[in-house]
């Protein structure tokens, strides 16, 4: 029988990466950038069809309008989000999400000052196959793209970096393929800005996983 002993340091490493939003102007090496995508790509994807290409972003001036772009779809998001928001449940509820909203409007407002952005690519493939039954559609190829972007999350949080996993920018995908000559053949699914974090690791505040998780049949818990 196998043994089921925990690796401590990789499971709290898990445990205690969180989203960061706001960084140092300390630089990161390309290398350390390249070793990061290597951990990406040895993610699990569907049939091992590996269906991503990445942008690594430096030049200050193609920050600077990625940028733009991001504050503009930000300003048009968040205020549509917060007209059909849930009301918080609690005052814990409450404090959580304000510290959110204040971490994502200065993500927006200073997106170009995180030394890189890396964009995540997918080209635009359909996962149905046919047969003489019909359409089988097993799901989105965006399955076999994010498990890259954990990896690429968790490597960074190995050389003590930190990032987050953002898509408001895709109100304005067109413009920012147009920004670093993206075919349109490809989908841009994920903005990273890496770098520095000037927060804390720790575990975040999160619904307990007893509470979600059912066995055997739904709703059924433990």
């Known amino acids: 029988m196998g043994s089921t002993a925990r690796d401590e340091h990789l ?5 205690t990466t969180r989203a960061m939003r706001r960084f140092t102007d ?3 090496p390309d290398e350390v950038v390249l070793d990061c995508l290597r951990a990406a790509v040895q993610a699990p994807s569907g049939g091992n069809i590996q269906p991503y290409q990445f942008v690594v972003v430096r030049d200050p001036d193609r920050k600077s ?7 503009q779809a930000w300003a048009r998001y968040e205020p549509a989000v917060a007209k059909v928001r849930p009301e918080p449940r609690s005052e814990a509820d409450a404090r959580s999400l304000a510290r959110n909203l204040a971490a994502s409007d200065h993500l927006a407002h200073h997106l170009e000052q995180a030394p890189v952005l890396v964009l995540v690519l997918m080209p ?7 047969d003489d039954q ?16 954990a990896n690429f999350i968790l490597a960074a949080r190995a050389y003590g970096l930190g990032t987050v996993l953002t898509t408001v920018f895709r109100v304005y995908e067109d413009e920012v393929r147009e920004v670093c000559d993206v075919p349109d053949r490809f989908e841009v699914l994920a903005l990273l800005p890496l770098g520095h974090p000037t927060g804390r690791w720790g575990v975040a505040p999160r619904r307990p996983a007893e509470a979600i998780t059912s066995w055997e049949t739904f709703g059924a818990r433990r």
């Open 11 to 15: 499971y709290d490493a898990i445990l």
């Open 26 to 28: 300390e630089d990161v």
């Open 65 to 71: 309008d990625l940028a733009r772009l991001y504050r």
């Open 124 to 130: 635009r493939i359909s996962m149905v196959v046919h």
């Open 134 to 149: 019909g359409a089988m559609d097993v799901g989105p190829t965006y399955a076999s793209v994010y498990p890259a972007v």
